[in-house]
């Protein structure tokens, strides 16, 4: 009975242990907000929308927002370059250097490599482009 009553014990004190340690787990990876969304978690919808550009004039596509996971940028025909240029001048057809994106694609800038920053968009012909963030 004595054993028994061991085993018993011991269970109990395991079993303790065990969620005393998940719940520690818990609330030690629940941190803030990475900018993006942990694989296999959705992402929630936060903006979207169209901005219209003019040939060959450089313009802030979208401003530096806190908490995205990404961004998704939908051009239409025209090429663009993109520069991810938070905490810089705007830049103009003379210094714009950039990220390219071909005409007619959707290219989703995840946070972690391309921040939440100002994204100034420069066009090769007017255009219009369709920004969307995540959160």
Same mark, same amino acid.
């Given at each position: 009975?004595?054993?028994?009553?061991?085993?018993?014990?011991?269970?109990?004190?395991?079993?303790?242990?065990?969620?005393?340690?998940?719940?520690?787990?818990?609330?030690?990876?629940?941190?803030?907000?990475?900018?993006?969304?942990?694989?296999?978690?959705?992402?929630?919808?936060?903006?979207?929308?169209?901005?219209?550009?003019? !040939?060959?004039? &450089?313009?802030?596509?979208? #401003?530096?927002?806190? +908490?995205?996971?990404?961004?998704?940028? =939908? @051009?239409? *025909?025209?090429?663009?370059?993109?520069?991810?240029? !938070?905490?810089? &001048?705007?830049?103009?057809? #003379?210094?714009?250097? +950039?990220?390219?994106?071909?005409?007619? =694609? @959707?290219? *989703?800038?995840?946070?972690?490599?391309?921040?939440?920053?100002?994204?100034?968009?420069?066009?090769?012909?007017?255009?219009?482009?369709?920004?969307?963030?995540?959160?």
């Amino acid at each position: 009975m004595e054993y028994i009553e061991k085993n018993r014990t011991l269970s109990i004190a395991t079993a303790l242990a065990v969620l005393v340690i998940a719940v520690m787990a818990f609330f030690y990876y629940s941190g803030e907000v990475e900018g993006r969304a942990p694989t296999g978690l959705q992402v929630d919808f936060a903006t979207s929308g169209p901005v219209n550009l003019g !040939d060959q004039t &450089a313009l802030m596509a979208i #401003a530096t927002s806190t +908490g995205c996971s990404a961004r998704v940028i =939908t @051009t239409r *025909a025209s090429d663009i370059l993109l520069a991810f240029a !938070d905490g810089v &001048a705007t830049p103009t057809s #003379a210094n714009m250097q +950039g990220h390219f994106q071909g005409a007619s =694609t @959707t290219v *989703a800038y995840d946070a972690d490599t391309y921040g939440c920053g100002r994204i100034i968009a420069f066009p090769m012909n007017d255009t219009q482009i369709t920004i969307t963030e995540t959160r």
